[in-house]
DNA sequence: AAAATAGTGTCTTTAAGACAATATAAA
DNA sequence: TTTATATTGTCTTAAAGACACTATTTT
């Protein structure tokens, strides 16, 4: 509850970060485990005060280098929301402004200064246990989510989770990771052929016939989307 | 680096809206002409600084009322976008978080408090005098206008717009006037009929074949988006 | 040769694109 | 009856859905 003297619109200001990957062919969003009060040992989304001589973006490639030791250069960094409901943080009026982040498959984080931990969680195990995020964090992940989802359907941003050159099969089986659903392979090579292009070199360490590795073309946004629709469901 | 004594995540924040409304089949947005100092006398969209009582949907209302007399139960009213660029306030650190709104043909609005004018403008005449706008604003009507033409192809918020009856020609000078094309009157009605519901009445104060009217139905987002393709273009 | 995985052919179905003719009112 | 606007019919074309078979490698 604010009782100070404060003028109007005096705020404090967080950047948070919803960093997915995809590992195991399954969705994972970066947790870290809360260092200081309020929520002190509660899993809760990197991020922290903005600081005087930052923008957003600036503030969240910091927080995400600082959680993650990663250069920001390989990952694609989206405004998701600001969040500013009274009553969302306990220490008094703190607005956060949520950022969407989709990374390659990383190294393991390492925990870094305000976190006791840092871990990659399965985002639907994340989801379906409700109360034990930080603040509004699970909000947020929801909104994330149903983001991540959208741009898949309109971007080829789906590829920065496969890294450099990738299979087909790789790329197919993020989006069923993220869309929690199987797709038509034949009809997912048939699309995704129109932004891939072909590298001269082949994935060697499997064990059927080696696949043909892409990178992502030049199209960012897609004219018309990809279709969203599941074999079973 | 911190210069002053502020902690770090301090900042005043304001609500900007960006108001759209359809009128004489153009995209018209709602501007003030600042009362206030910094840009005395310069067209801005309407906002002000958020209050200690308010979350971000009450202050971007209240705004809304002030500078319109509008109750807000007709409109559309969604989130942009945060902007929070340094030096894009010379009164210090102002970050903004904009809101987008779509109204149906409304009143001209009666200047409020902070404003010493307030009029409908073409979107397109203030897009094409770069200078003149306040802040930022000329960057949060870009943005806004790309959204409100994103929404028009993924769910049936067009239908605000018009109010609550409508013929299809209506519906469709309003995708005309957003998207800034024309479209082929039976290929839209075929599709807009898809999510309209029928009223038993008609048109009846226009010059040829009275128009049946009907209302937007139940289905707010569309399985698959419009299609945005001009006749000419 | 058996197992594992990658890659392709093609028919059907759905919905958009491109047309122009007919219907119903007021003047 | 002329003018103005609304409404509808249908053929063509583009792209997704639904299939199952062939290809290339390792073991």
């Not at 989801?127 to 991540?148: G, K, Q």
């Not at 892409?214 to 279709?227: E, K, S």
Request: hydrophobic share 40%; net charge negative.
């Amino acid at each position: 509850m604010l009782t100070d003297r404060r003028p109007a619109g005096f705020v404090r200001l967080t950047v948070d970060l919803a960093i997915f990957t995809v590992r195991d062919g399954r969705l994972h969003v970066l947790l870290i485990e809360r260092g200081n009060s309020p929520h002190k040992g509660q899993p809760a989304l990197p991020g922290g005060f903005l600081r005087e001589d930052e923008d957003l973006e600036k503030a969240a490639l910091r927080e995400l280098a600082e959680e993650t030791h990663l250069d920001g250069s390989r990952l694609l960094l989206e405004q998701l929301h600001t969040y500013a409901d009274l009553g969302r943080d306990s220490r008094g009026r703190v607005v956060t402004v949520a950022y969407l982040a989709l990374a390659p498959d990383l190294p393991v984080p390492v925990p870094g200064s305000d976190a006791a931990a840092a871990r990659w969680a399965p985002v639907d195990e994340v989801l379906s246990s409700r109360d034990r995020l930080a603040f509004d964090h699970f909000d947020i992940i929801t909104d994330a989510l149903e983001r991540v989802r959208a741009m898949l359907e309109t971007t080829t941003h789906a590829t920065v989770f496969c890294g450099g050159t990738f299979t087909v099969t790789e790329l197919r089986l993020v989006y069923e990771a993220v869309w929690s659903m199987k797709l038509d392979p034949r009809n997912f090579s048939r699309r995704v052929l129109e932004f891939l292009e072909p590298v001269e070199e082949k994935r060697t360490d499997t064990h059927g016939r080696p696949a043909k590795l892409y990178r992502a073309g030049p199209t960012r946004v897609l004219d018309r989307p990809m279709a969203r629709r599941s074999l079973d469901a």
